[in-house]
């Protein structure tokens, strides 16, 4: 099965937005068996979203459109859908209830655009969106599967993996295809190239290795195939990830959907312990992403974003001569701020960052990107120092993610 | 003028690489006053790109091609052009010459690969690459100017910024094209159709406005054209976006490329002040949005991420009855949060949160998404309760980004 993806919408072509639903849509396509041939991006007119349309029907079995769907006026995708597919929009009562579910918890009436929300093509299956007001929509026409979903990405992703995504499943019969993918830290793509060398030059025609870098991790994607069985292939891949595991072992954080904060989280619940932070450069990053994991309350008590070395002193008893003699990023410092809001706050476990993010506050000894982290626990403060970059996104990024991999390793040494 | 971009690669169609270059392709030619009307990712085949390029001719006068210029054998772009525009490829001194110079200050000769990469078609003009060893090239055909580049970021813009833009302003006599970003918070898309709906309907022709919606906020993106007069085009956009400031003058915070959190930053630095944080549900989000910008630490201090009940009590002196009575999450508690965070750290401003992000710990007084914000200054704490909705991750940005925006209105009340 051949897929293309259609992106309506005016903001994408002037640059203003990056199409960043194509990339979500294509990697979980793929995941399915399902090859993207094409991606198109066109403006919210009825000719150009035809047109795509035409030509997306003779080089893919299922198109799938995003945007163009929000309830105002430079949004015409659904009245062009249903002439494309010679219907007419009439108010889905199923549509209705969807919305009116929705808006109630927040106080809402349904207004008159809602209910222009509510209207779908006659001949379309609705495909429910349990976060927006506009739902998805599935049509068939000489056998092509179009599917139209919301811009806004967390309601076409919502309605992506929950209604579609079974959908597929049951209707069509999808290749045999896995993917495992491995989680890295403090190995740089080339690097890791270079160590995993011999294993991924051997591995067998029907596996690929990708690489997927982002600031501070390295997320290694192995995509197997075979013609139907399964079982077989999950074998063969296992035996492979055991010879990467052994190449690569200090550096995995988890794999697949896992992530940093919640593989430190239930490491936190699983050893009952708990934690707090003491973040200078990183500014509350640390803290943001502890707490996106639902449940974190259980092993987070908080921490203290010691932005100005006054606030160190205060509130984490940094010593005011480390402070002078060695600098705010310096070992000594970060160690007494972890040391500080473990006490404070009365924890198992506490991080600490202090380094430069930039662009800024740089000099010959200590160049932006110079960034210390201390991990404080029941016996022992371990830390150490990181030359990240330039960027001051990139460092702050880079270094809440060594702080959570350190604090990771640490859990682990103690237990 | 109407363009068309086409990124080869299949990096793209397997969802392993954002196309951000398209993004800044599209951003530039606007600029320009060249409208993109379509965008299209293909992979590396032959006859994808060809289908690709006579797509592109019957819409665009000029189409720009990115990626597949690569030295490897993956890369037939430049064969697959050559054919299309009927034409052999042949080394092209200039280009050899231009490798040549890039590659000596490493210290590297030229190799068969970069030899491979001087040939060029015959009938091409050559566009200087002064980063890469892929030149770009420029060809006519029907009258359509087709540009094709290498699709390493840094590359293409040098190409694109040094040899094609002067070339299309000398070249072709563009029009005059104008965006007008407007920046809100506290309104939904809906609400915000039906507040403009007649000043929105009364647009003159050549003016379009869109509607991009973020978590908490909104932006309003006025575009307009003329033949070919920008003084008129301008005088004319201000008198409506004048029209338009005085029906949600309260709800904008900025314009085109602010950011809320840069707003409040210069805000700060203009009125001497300084702000500390008291975060609860954000669990440090405040924080990392205000560090995000460059020189946040000469107005923010820090804050306390105060994500269990006695570190409130502890830290921010909030009241152990307020706690009892009212709840943690409660006009009262967050507004001692506020006051407490503020005498502690000794700023000017403090911003307080306390809220339930979920998606457990509501209940039906207080259901998942009910979230208070205190702003305490030198007279007076204000706060409000929001209703924000059901999905962890987008309450906590909502909250963080209202937040910032209560904090702003408050300095701007107080100043």
């Not at 000719?47 to 035409?54: E, H, K, M, P, R």
């Not at 997320?219 to 990830?241: C, I, Q, W």
């Not at 972890?338 to 706050?345: D, E, K, L």
């Amino acid at each position: 099965m051949k897929a293309e993806i259609i992106t309506i919408g005016d903001e994408i072509l002037i640059g203003q937005v990056i199409d960043t639903n194509s990339a979500f849509l294509a990697t979980e396509l793929n995941k399915l068996g399902i090859a993207v041939v094409q991606i198109t991006s066109v403006s919210d007119k009825k000719d150009s979203i035809s047109g795509a349309l035409d030509g997306a029907s003779t080089r893919a079995q299922l198109v799938l459109i995003t945007g163009g769907l929000g309830p105002t006026s430079d949004d015409i995708t659904k009245k062009t859908l249903a002439d494309y597919f010679n219907t007419t929009l009439v108010i889905n009562e199923q549509a209705l209830e969807q919305i009116r579910l929705l808006l109630q918890p927040r106080g809402l009436a349904i207004n008159d655009l809602n209910i222009k929300q509510a209207e779908l093509p006659a001949n379309s299956e609705m495909l429910i969106n349990r976060s927006g007001t506009a739902q998805g929509m599935w049509f068939v026409k000489n056998n092509i599967q179009f599917i139209s979903l919301p811009g806004v990405p967390y309601e076409m992703k919502g309605i992506f993996m929950d209604e579609i995504v079974p959908r597929l499943r049951q209707r069509f019969q999808l290749p045999a295809m896995k993917h495992i993918t491995v989680l890295t830290h403090g190995v740089s793509e080339s690097a890791m190239a270079k160590i995993i060398y011999n294993w991924e030059s051997a591995l067998p025609d029907n596996m690929k290795l990708a690489y997927l870098p982002s600031p501070g991790l390295l997320r290694l994607r192995l995509t197997g195939t075979a013609p139907k069985d399964m079982n077989t292939l999950s074998a063969t891949m296992d035996e492979e990830m055991h010879k990467l595991k052994l190449l690569i072992a200090p550096h995995i954080y988890g794999y697949d959907e896992d992530t940093l904060e919640k593989v430190v989280g239930d490491l936190l619940i699983k050893n009952k312990l708990t934690v707090a932070v003491a973040e200078s450069c990183t500014g509350g990053t640390i803290g943001s992403m502890i707490t996106s994991v639902p449940g974190s309350s259980s092993y987070f008590k908080g921490g203290v974003i010691a932005y100005s070395n006054e606030i160190k002193t205060l509130m984490l008893n940094v010593n005011q001569n480390s402070l002078l003699r060695f600098g705010a990023v310096s070992r000594e410092v970060c160690e007494e701020m972890a040391t500080g809001v473990r006490n404070y706050f009365s924890t198992d476990m506490a991080v600490a960052v202090s380094g430069i993010a930039g662009p800024a506050g740089g000099s010959p000894e200590k160049p932006v990107g110079t960034t210390w982290i201390a991990v404080a626990g029941n016996n022992r403060v371990v830390s150490d120092v990181f030359k990240l970059g330039e960027h001051r996104g990139r460092n702050i990024q880079k270094a809440a993610v060594s702080a959570l991999f350190m604090l990771m390793k640490e859990i682990e040494q103690m237990t």
